[in-house]
């Protein structure tokens, strides 16, 4: 089962575990169902840590901001990545003071993180620096399209989730406000999925919980990693 809405993820799988239906989760976790994906804890600390990396190095340290673009729509338990960034950050840069954090729902979409982001980015003086840890890569192209539309490429930093294709495209231009994003790596999924699936359905012993492997993705390893990406 893969949902990412999280209520819709919910009803489907009790209808499925009602009728006596072993279910495998992706992506979503869901009480009576075999989890499999990403550990959104884990992944969140790798973007945390990226951003308090990148402000250290390139801004000594100092930042006005730290906002998370979060998801209204998606499952509470995923939205433990952001909870992560900010403790990968503050392992970095020291405890963030709760004004300097904002919560910024992007509806895990193109259109509504861009929307928000803008919103967001016209609250804040024009010399801000802000950094941005994104629910996934969809949103972080969203909040680069409103970064770049208001000219503050040089005083943002952004990280998505998934390292997807469109994130990875963007990771090659070494100027980019896009400075990583965590690999998910859901190519390998298929493989892995069957080889849970059948251990279900053999009864043979299985976890309760299957991860699967994170990399933080930037310029500097992408072609470690995807040799052809262009």
């Known amino acids: 089962l893969f949902q990412r809405r999280g209520s819709l993820a919910h009803i489907l799988a009790d209808r499925f ?3 006596g239906i072993p279910v495998i989760s992706v992506e979503t976790p869901i009480a009576g169902a075999i989890y499999f994906g990403g ?3 884990r992944a969140g600390v790798l973007a945390g840590e990226a951003l308090g990396r990148f402000a250290k190095t390139k801004w000594k340290g100092s930042f006005d901001r730290l906002a998370l673009l979060e998801s209204s729509l998606s499952a509470a338990e995923n939205m433990a990545r952001l909870t992560g960034a900010v403790e990968g950050s503050e ?10 954090i904002l919560h910024v729902d992007g509806l895990a979409s193109l259109e509504g993180s861009r929307i928000a982001c803008r919103k ?3 609250m804040l003086p024009k010399n801000s620096r802000v950094l941005i840890s994104c629910f996934n890569d969809i949103s972080a192209i969203g909040a680069l399209e409103a970064v770049v539309e208001a000219g503050r490429e040089r005083s943002t930093a952004i990280v998505g989730q998934n390292g997807t294709e469109e994130s990875r495209r963007e990771l090659t231009q070494k100027s980019s406000a896009l ?3 965590v690999g998910y790596f859901p190519e390998k999924y298929g493989e892995m999925l069957m080889k849970l699936a059948d251990d279900v359905v053999s009864h043979r012993k299985t976890p309760l919980a299957l991860y699967t492997e994170h990399v933080l993705l930037n310029h500097a390893n992408l072609k470690k990693y995807y ?4």
């Open 17 to 19: 575990l009602e009728a």
């Open 39 to 41: 550990n959104s804890y």
């Open 91 to 100: 392992k970095i840069l020291g405890a963030i003071p709760a004004e300097k």
């Open 120 to 122: 967001m980015l016209k």
């Open 179 to 181: 400075i990583a994003s």
């Open 227 to 230: 040799p052809a990406v262009t």
